[in-house]
């Protein structure tokens, strides 16, 4: 059974960094795009960032541009979302994403509170 988990979410203070995983089983993630999104209460779901399945190729929203960092570790089947300089405005639940023979598959997601 395929299946996503993220991890890695908290509370954290304003310019923070957290270090989101997002963990796979059931299937292999090295022939997969994988991208995170996030959803803020009351807005839609947005997306963050995509890594290729090489990994050689990643793309950002303009709002987390410089501060996040994707990456992916094919040995270990997951994907990472390293998260600097943290503001409240990032506060939402992450997801990661694949598309899998024209199916999304996503995690139950990890909430992030950026605060003080």
């Known amino acids: 059974q395929l299946q996503l988990v993220e991890s890695g979410g908290g509370l954290v203070q304003p310019g923070g960094s957290l270090r989101l995983s997002c963990a796979a089983s059931g299937f292999t993630l090295d022939y997969y795009a994988i991208g995170w999104f996030r959803q803020a209460p009351g807005k839609e779901r947005e997306g963050v960032s995509c890594?290729?399945?090489?990994?050689?190729?990643?793309t950002y929203a303009d709002s987390v541009k410089v501060r996040f960092t994707i990456s992916r570790d094919n040995a270990k089947n997951t994907v990472y979302l390293r998260m600097n300089s943290l503001k409240p405005e990032d506060t939402a639940v992450y997801y990661c994403?694949?598309?899998?023979?024209?199916?999304?598959?996503w995690g139950q997601g990890t909430q992030v509170t950026v605060s003080s």
């Open positions: 994403n694949v598309r899998k023979d024209f199916l999304d598959y």
């Open positions: 890594i290729s399945s090489s990994g050689r190729s990643t």
